[in-house]
């Protein structure tokens, strides 16, 4: 079973910087069942977005609306997989609650999810 567990998040200004990290440990069986990973995000009385996401050709593939402030970075171990979301120029628009979710290669196989962290843009 992998586990995810996110860290980062905060309070920030408008046009400043924040990273988010997601460590998924577990068994080095169910780590190489993933596939994908990806950050997803939460507005308030929004549905939950897909923001960034690599899979495992390590290429990474973002949401228009973050394209060239936001970088994704991913870092393969053995029982291990860690991700980071690198946010620059941060706007009030992005302020939401960011989860980590690891995607296996298995489409019966349920993704897993990290806690949420909270993320607030604001002056």
């Known amino acids: 079973q992998v586990q995810l567990v996110e860290s980062g998040g905060g309070l920030v200004q408008p046009g400043g910087t924040l990273r988010l990290s997601c460590v998924a440990s577990?068994?080095?069986?169910?780590?190489?069942?993933?596939?994908?990973m990806r950050w997803y995000r939460q507005a308030p009385g929004r549905r939950r977005e897909l923001v960034a996401s690599?899979?495992?050709?390590?290429?990474?593939?973002?949401e228009d609306a973050v394209k060239g402030r936001f970088t994704m970075s991913r870092d393969n171990g053995k029982n291990t997989i860690k991700s980071s979301l690198q946010m620059n120029n941060l706007e009030s628009e992005d302020t939401a609650v960011y989860y980590c979710?690891?995607?296996?290669?298995?489409?019966?196989?349920?993704?897993?999810w990290g806690q949420g962290t909270q993320v607030t843009v604001s002056s």
């Open positions: 979710n690891a995607s296996p290669f298995a489409i019966a196989t349920p993704s897993v």
């Open positions: 690599i899979a495992s050709d390590g290429i990474p593939e973002y």
């Open positions: 577990g068994s080095v069986s169910s780590i190489n069942a993933i596939n994908a």
